[in-house]
């Protein structure tokens, strides 16, 4: 095995496991269906592909039209990519969030989803277009040597942190009182509500954290592929990230990792090994890809809902600290 | 305590709700009975906020919170419980409680990322609240189990738990005895009495009569949308039209 080659799998091991842990945060936790996940990816990367590339007027890049061109060092792209992602969070939540109904949010978010690439597919002053970035400057271009093979290394040790700061964030809400009651909010928003808890506001907080997290998943694999294009974020994509949650466990970030090795990284890289041995006709393998991955989903949801690693039952440990008086139930409100 | 006037709710023409006024006094538990698309539950889900009222207004505590959301009203101490189960059932017995529990410093996004440190003193005190809530229901024993997996009567338990761990002012019992096995019917009336006379007041549709004689005075009548009795029971039953609507048989 080449270096290239592991720290490509390490480094899509390692985005992949980000975007999966964001989209547990988001659907596994708190029950919204979000179809346009890979939207939010998509702007993170982008948006530190402008922060990090030289204006489109530049020399080598007059190729190619984009807004944009800010050449800012690193880390500051992958920290605008953050940022895009919980702003384009905003609008987004606020128009899909507010009063549809789950079901229908879920179509709404689909739809963003490919709204969103085609206007980036057809408006190429902006981005541009189909033909996409190319030529993005890697992290610390023009400090060490992008090149080497001590380059992977040290790409995959900033992924690696990234991971880490993700999981800690995403360890903190799961295991708090705040992420108990996203999940009231999953299991029933109606009774959720009824009990003085604001869903609207809920599912925008968590909308734009997975959204932030998402964005910097997207400028962690733009740094490392170098181009961004249109045809890289489909909506298929947001489906692959569903399959990797619930084949992992939804509502636990041990699963969301787990998923995410199985599906996005050992899936696709089984399916991209079985296309290399030229099986069938040209595009057979990949297509198969899309029926194991449909039946993948179907067959947990039917056989195993919960997925490998099941949601963890919250035992309160120690001997009941009961306060025997309960007349405090009566009467003072929550306000 | 409450004091709904007017209250109309349609449907796309349907009139559930039409007209209906009504005072809920405190200290005691007040009855709503009727028969099946009398528009009881509308009418309760249009006092908690679930439904918005097409017209009327409803003054609680002497503040009109008719525009208000079912978030706001519960946090004001306005509080219900639903017809059908609607418990947390991927939570245990004990984090339904929690989830309610107001006042706790971990439940915001900058609390989590905060930490333990930062809401576990809310937490111990809570949970202990929380259990002897448990312990005063007799579900002690069950505050690890997922509710989901409980029986109906013990469903019922917990939703009422996890309302009065909000600590209500009002409290809205839907249909508190429905699914109920009979043999727990009495043991939750039971209960019922006691918050009473801990001082709590309660709004309950029920259509277990001899739970509403037992409870409730006084009783509202409704019938196709519109009141048409209001009194104790034995008032009601020399009423000749609320016998004829429901009380028959």
């Known amino acids: ?335 | 305590m409450l004091s709904a006037r007017d209250i109309h709710r349609h449907f796309e023409g349907m009139h559930a709700v039409d007209g209906v006024s009504i005072e809920v006094m405190p200290g005691r538990i007040t009855g709503l009975i009727g028969p099946n698309g009398a528009g009881k539950s509308t009418f309760m889900a249009v006092l908690a906020g679930t439904l918005p009222a097409s017209s009327g207004s409803i003054v609680f505590q002497g503040e009109d919170i008719t525009r208000l959301p079912a978030y706001q009203r519960a946090r004001r101490g306005l509080v219900r419980t639903f017809q059908l189960p609607s418990e947390f059932g991927q939570l245990t017995v004990l984090e339904n409680l929690l989830v309610a529990a107001p006042d706790n410093r971990g439940e915001s996004l900058l609390g989590a990322l905060l930490g333990k440190r930062y809401w576990m003193p809310d937490e111990t005190r809570l949970v202990a609240q929380a259990r002897g809530l448990l312990k005063r229901f007799g579900l002690l024993p069950k505050e690890s189990d997922y509710a989901g997996m409980l029986s109906g009567g013990q469903k019922r338990l917990v939703e009422i738990m996890r309302a009065l761990m909000l600590r209500p002012r009002l409290l809205l019992l839907d249909e508190p005895m429905s699914g109920v096995h009979p043999s727990i019917v009495n043991e939750i009336a039971g209960y019922l009495e006691q918050l009473r006379d801990d001082g709590l007041t309660i709004l309950m549709v029920e259509h277990e009569l001899h739970i509403v004689d037992r409870l409730c005075d006084p009783v509202i009548v409704m019938a196709q949308g519109k009141v048409i009795g209001q009194g104790s029971m034995a008032a009601l039953r020399r009423q000749p039209e609320v016998v004829d609507a429901y009380l028959v048989g």
């Open chain 1, 1 to 335: 095995m080449n270096t290239y080659y592991a720290a490509n799998l390490l480094i899509f091991a390692g985005v992949d496991i980000i975007a999966c842990l964001a989209l547990n945060l988001q659907f596994g936790v708190s029950g919204v269906v979000n179809f346009s996940f890979i939207v939010f990816q998509a702007a993170g990367a982008y948006a530190a592909a402008v922060l990090s590339m030289p204006p489109d007027t530049a020399p080598d890049y007059s190729f190619q039209i984009y807004v944009g061109g800010y050449q800012l060092p690193f880390p500051l792209p992958w920290i605008g990519g953050a940022v895009v992602g919980a702003l384009l969070a905003l609008p987004i939540g606020l128009v899909v969030l507010r009063r549809l109904r789950a079901d229908y949010q879920a179509i709404a978010l689909l739809v963003t989803s490919i709204i969103a690439n085609t206007v980036i597919n057809n408006a190429r002053p902006l981005l541009n277009g189909a033909a996409g970035l190319a030529l993005v400057p890697q992290p610390l271009d023009g400090v060490v040597n992008t090149s080497t093979n001590s380059y992977q290394y040290l790409y995959i040790g900033l992924t690696a942190i990234c991971v880490a700061i993700v999981w800690f964030i995403a360890a903190r809400i799961v295991n708090s009182p705040y992420g108990r009651t996203l999940r009231a909010m999953r299991e029933n928003e109606v009774a959720a509500s009824a009990l003085g808890k604001n869903p609207t506001a809920l599912k925008m907080t968590i909308f734009v954290v997975g959204g932030a997290i998402a964005g910097l998943s997207g400028a962690i694999l733009v740094g490392f592929l170098q181009v961004w294009a249109p045809s890289t974020w489909l909506y298929p994509e947001t489906i692959i990230l569903f399959a990797a949650v619930i084949v992992g466990g939804r509502g636990n970030n041990v699963g969301a990792i787990l998923g995410a090795l199985l599906v996005p990284v050992g899936f696709e890289e089984v399916t991209r090994l079985l296309g290399r041995m030229n099986i069938g006709p040209p595009n057979l393998i990949p297509a198969l890809e899309w029926v194991c991955i449909g039946l993948l989903i179907l067959g947990f949801l039917w056989f195993r809902p919960k997925g490998v690693v099941p949601e963890q039952r919250r035992v309160f440990p120690g001997a009941p600290a009961v306060e025997e008086e309960t007349r405090w139930v009566v009467g003072k409100g929550a306000r």
